[in-house]
């Protein structure tokens, strides 16, 4: 393929290592960054990455993969510190941390070293540069380039519930450290990792109530967007004095946020690709943004200089068709992480070893099965608190049968295990149809613990469709039912969608839940009982 100039707008992880790789493998043409902000002006604090994405970029190009490598420190195991209650997970299979300062640094000298011409302190829009063979846009989660092909991409962002701010700490954490701290005016969290000698990131949220019960939303209103707002910095550090050990709180242009998911039906159109930010955003809780902006690079470098397709148009689709499916995969993760870092005040009545494992399958990824392989003891010590009793070594080899094979034992209903099969074991009896059926049943059938099978398909646990599925179910136990059965659509996706919700309605209601699925979902439904998202389920052939 024949390109002459590519032009990338964007000087980021993104810009600048697709930038480097294309002028690496087309050295005829010529490639410029474009950049409004200059070295100085670069915010933020550390940056994670996956060994995943580290075999890529040493793939890819193996100098600014040592370069990044003897910049980094290991990611340390992962902690969660509930009430003064510590649990850890194992190792993170390799992955690292690095300043983003740093990381800039790197990538901007190895583009230069490669021949990209780089403007810093210089704005060029898509008019200025449309007339190039290729356009990259590496413009951020706030893409201007983004906004003026809008009605060719379809541009969706999409605003999380919550708020969060990125802070620094003027210690080398020990772990991969996540603590909820309660405050008078209601519930912060942290998720803090080290990224060089004597500092780590912090990520810090709370729910929009709290911040503004505690005074946040006036002091966000009142701080310029150049500097770091002072007064949740002095609230933070007081409440996490403890969790921290009194390690002082940084702040670099660190202020309150939304955040934004960005999903676009296209990735390209005409001469112009986004990537990046620019056309993606995955929740912070699953450490994906800058290690998506990489795989992008690659893959993009990849399509346009291999493959039997010789014009842009082909190679801009191959690079879609590859990304697409993976950044979508980490996009869906995410948002059920995001969701579940918005709700983790209904769980924290769950003991530390079961909420450590609760976080480990938010979003479908890691299941009790893979642990009971990669970190046994975690898992033997969620399974005890679930139980009241420790797997041997033998049942943690089929920890699936063990976590099904369990009584559970509510207000209403005692069972012999947690499958529920179709002759209503222990009682259980089906009762579809309306509150007014239940009733009746409950007339007829006084001794028995009663579920009302109840069709929903609302794909946010926390959404104005799912507060209209509680209000079912509160009526449904006023009118005598004591459980409920949640039924949907079928596929994996709802079935995740339907679990979030069932462990929504255990929390807010006293209802028992139980949740059906085919056998080959089987990892699902029992990380949701471990998890504590439903008490029973029920298997389809």
């Known amino acids: ?45 550390g940056v994670a990455f996956t060994a995943r994405t580290l075999r890529a970029v040493a793939e890819a190009e193996r100098a600014t993969f040592d370069r990044i490598v003897a910049s980094a420190v290991p990611m340390p195991p992962q902690e969660m510190l509930i009430d003064g209650v510590s649990v850890r997970a194992k190792g993170n299979g390799g992955g690292i941390a690095i300043a983003r300062s740093r990381l800039l640094a790197v990538l901007l000298d190895e583009a230069v070293r490669a021949g990209v011409e780089v403007d810093l302190g210089v704005e060029r829009t898509l008019g200025d540069v449309r007339e190039a063979d290729l356009v990259i846009a590496a413009d951020g989660a706030g893409s201007r380039t983004r906004a003026e092909l809008a009605e060719h991409v379809g541009g969706r962002v999409d605003p999380g519930r919550g708020v969060f701010m990125w802070l620094g700490c003027s210690t080398r954490l020990r772990s991969n450290l996540f603590v ?75 202020r309150w946020m ?40 690659i893959v993009l470098a990849d399509s346009l200089t291999t493959g039997e397709e010789p014009a842009l148009a082909g190679a801009l689709r191959r690079y879609e068709d590859i990304r697409r499916p993976r950044v979508e995969a980490l996009q869906d993760a995410a948002v059920r992480s995001q969701r579940w870092w918005d709700s983790i005040g209904q769980r924290l009545d769950l003991p530390a070893p079961r909420l450590m494992l609760a976080y480990l399958s938010r979003g479908g990824v890691v299941s009790a099965a893979r642990l009971a392989e990669s970190d046994p003891g975690l898992l033997r010590a969620g399974l005890a608190a679930l139980a009241g009793v420790e797997p041997s070594d033998g049942e943690l080899a089929d920890v699936r049968s063990w976590v099904l094979s369990r009584p559970y034992e509510g207000a209403s209903l005692r069972t012999r295990s947690r499958v529920l099969d179709q002759d209503g074991q222990a009682g259980y009896r089906e009762v579809p149809g309306e509150p007014v059926t239940v009733s009746a049943l409950r007339a007829a059938y006084p001794d028995e613990a009663l579920a009302a099978v109840l069709g ?48 929504r309605i255990r929390h807010q209601t006293k209802l028992f839940t139980v949740v059906g699925a085919p056998a080959d979902h089987i990892d699902d439904l029992v990380d949701a009982i471990v998890a504590g998202r439903a008490d029973l389920v029920a298997l389809a052939d």
Not at 1 to 27: N, T, Y
Not at 266 to 273: A, K, S, T
Request: proline fraction near 5%; glycine fraction near 10%.
């Open 180 to 254: 909820p701290v309660r405050t008078p005016h209601g519930l912060f969290t942290i998720h803090g990792y080290p990224y060089a000698e004597e500092r780590s990131t912090l990520g810090v949220e709370a729910d929009v109530g709290t911040w503004r019960r505690a005074g946040m939303d006036t002091a966000t209103e009142r701080t310029p967007l150049t500097e770091s707002d002072a007064f949740s910095l002095h609230y933070l550090q007081q409440a996490f004095a403890d969790a921290l050990g009194g390690a002082e709180l940084l702040g670099n242009r660190s």
């Open 258 to 297: 939304h955040f934004r998911t960005v999903s676009l039906s296209r990735w390209h159109y005409e001469n112009v690709v986004l990537i990046g930010d620019a056309a993606h955003t995955a929740h912070y809780s699953v450490g994906s943004g800058t290690k998506m902006a990489l795989e992008d690079a």
């Open 1 to 45: 393929m024949h390109l002459g100039r590519v032009e990338v707008i964007g000087g980021g992880p993104a810009g600048l290592f697709a930038a480097r790789l294309i002028k690496e493998r087309i050295p005829h043409a010529s490639v410029r960054v474009t950049e409004r902000s200059v070295p100085d002006d670069t915010f933020g604090f």
């Open 456 to 503: 929903t398909d609302a794909d946010d646990p926390w959404s104005p469709a799912a507060d209209e599925v509680l209000d079912r179910c509160s009526a449904l136990a006023a009118a005598g039912a004591d459980g409920v059965r949640l039924e949907g659509q079928p596929g994996r996706p709802a079935l995740l969608d339907r679990l979030a919700l069932a462990e």
